[in-house]
């Protein structure tokens, strides 16, 4: 998450601006039982209703080299076209010509259930 977080920094640097707010939050105790995605996703479900696009989970997305993914079926195809628009920094190609294109359905179990499950919004769970 800080990682891409300093992504958008840089492109902050260079003059870009999103069309929408982007807000970066780390939650605790999802071992727990989701404590933490899911208070906040509570407290704030009628902003976060009206005004939320999606929600991208990065948790596990770390390290490794073998993209995982999976989404709420709103968002499947849109995350399979822009693999074309990321380069593999290991092999210097598109993303779209080393990975499956393989986009599981999300179930539950990690920070996105209250996003997906509680409030309705269209979720992506992304790991390597």
Do not use: H
């Amino acid at each position: 998450m800080l990682e891409v977080a300093r992504g958008f920094g840089e492109l902050l640097k260079t003059g870009w601006r999103p069309r929408r707010t982007i807000q970066f939050g780390s939650w605790d105790a999802e071992e727990f039982g989701l404590i933490g995605s899911v208070e906040w996703g509570e407290v704030n479900a009628e902003v976060l209703r009206a005004e939320t696009v999606a929600y991208i989970n990065v948790d596990t997305a770390a390290s490794g080299s073998n993209l995982g993914v999976g989404a709420s079926p709103s968002l499947s195809n849109m995350v399979r076209n822009r693999t074309s628009y990321i380069t593999d920094p290991k092999s210097g190609r598109p993303l779209s010509e080393i990975w499956s294109g393989n986009v599981n359905p999300l179930g539950s179990g990690s920070d996105f259930a209250v996003f997906i499950e509680f409030l309705g919004i269209g979720s992506i769970d992304m790991s390597v």
